[in-house]
Nanobody
């Protein structure tokens, strides 16, 4: 059973930066892509970012584009999400996801085969 373990969440002030990491229990190169979604209690889960392992091609949600950067580390079986210029509206539980097959529309949650337990990010204004 593949496990995805997130780390790096916590509390930040608006304008500051945080870095999230997600480590997979098996070789990340076996995944086609890994990424992040986030969810605020009582709201819909939102696509944040996803990256293809083969060539590093990445996609971002509109609300985080130009502030967040996703990267992969095949050697460490991990992906990271660098979050800059954080805003209060970035407060959410962040979930790591992994896809073993070809990606369809990146925002479609059901296509992702594995999900982590989540790590909380809280941004105070």
């Amino acid at each position: 059973q593949v496990q995805l373990v997130e780390s790096g969440g916590g509390l930040a002030q608006a304008g500051e930066s945080l870095r999230l990491s997600c480590a997979a229990s098996e070789r990340a190169s076996s995944f086609y892509a890994m990424g992040w979604f986030r969810q605020v209690v009582g709201e819909e889960r939102e696509f944040v970012a996803v990256i293809k392992f083969s060539n590093g091609e990445a996609w971002y949600g509109d609300s985080v584009k130009d502030r967040f950067t996703i990267s992969r580390d095949n050697a460490k079986n991990a992906v990271s999400l660098r979050m800059n210029r954080l805003k209060a509206e970035d407060t959410a539980m962040y979930y790591c996801v992994a896809e073993t097959d070809v990606l369809g529309l990146v925002t479609v949650q059901s296509q992702y085969d594995y999900w982590g337990q989540g790590t909380q990010v809280t941004v105070s204004s």
